[in-house]
């Protein structure tokens, strides 16, 4: 049972315009949120991270969105670079867990020039 | 300041062999955290440890076991290795006093098992 899913396997996007990635969590101890990004052959980067106290935080181009009654969070890039093709994860994790992170499959992103 | 590091970056072993994969942590680290990485997949959890003791596991049989030393370095041990158990090994670190959740991977180790 998936706790975490990221729906699109893929996304493309022209630079310059906006990617929106999204992720729907089930459970609803979850109280934190984090986003990574992943180039092939390097270990996920941490790029944004988001409490459930919270409903938005903004990192420069990054801006995080957590709806809660939805159970559903999404990144925003704005505006996108062809650097900014990459695997993006989404990640989940509760208090008690302290720190064991939920991750989704993984949304391919590509920035087409 | 250095990352998190990992060794070997690449391993290949046969069915039945036993593995040892090696991590240091982010400077300023204390505690680390084990994933297994499957094609196609989101990393797992596999287990966390802090001061020197396992504190949280996920699902894996007991052949994944693991060590954390006193300087905070970790290795993840595994034993009667299966073909399935072929995946990107990643070690992630984060500090007690900034809370667990932010963690920093290190680029993995790729295992195949054959």
């Known amino acids: 049972d998936q706790q975490v899913k990221q729906n699109s396997p893929s996304l493309s996007v022209q630079e310059g315009r906006i990617s929106i990635l999204n992720c729907d969590y089930t459970?609803?101890?979850?109280?934190?949120f984090l986003w990574y990004k992943k180039y092939p052959a390097e270990g996920p980067t941490f790029l944004i991270s988001?409490?459930?106290?919270?409903d938005k935080n903004e990192d420069g181009r990054f801006t995080v969105f957590l709806n809660k009654s939805a159970k559903h969070l999404s990144l925003h890039i704005v505006p996108s670079q062809p650097g900014d093709s990459a695997v993006y994860f989404c990640?989940?994790?509760?208090?008690?867990?302290?720190?064991?992170?939920?991750f989704g499959k993984g949304t391919k992103l590509s920035v087409k020039p | 300041d250095a990352g998190v590091t990992q060794s070997p970056t690449h391993l290949i072993k046969t069915r039945g062999q036993q593995v040892t994969l090696r991590c240091s942590p982010k400077?300023?680290?204390?505690?680390v955290s084990w994933y297994q990485q499957a094609l196609g997949q989101g990393p797992q959890f596999i287990f966390q440890?802090?001061?020197?003791?396992?504190?949280q596991r996920g699902n894996f049989p007991d052949r994944f076991s693991g060590h954390q030393f006193p300087n905070y370095s970790s290795e993840l041990n595994v034993n009667a290795l299966w073909l399935g158990d072929s995946a990107l090994y990643l070690c992630?670190?984060?500090?007690?006093?900034?809370?667990?959740?932010?963690?920093?991977f290190g680029p993995g180790t790729r295992l195949t098992v054959t």
């Open positions: 990640a989940a994790s509760s208090g008690g867990s302290q720190g064991n992170l939920i």
């Open positions: 988001i409490s459930s106290i919270k």
């Open positions: 459970n609803s101890m979850f109280d934190y």
């Open positions: 440890y802090y001061e020197e003791e396992e504190r």
């Open positions: 992630a670190s984060s500090s007690s006093d900034r809370g667990y959740y932010e963690q920093y």
């Open positions: 400077s300023g680290h204390d505690t």
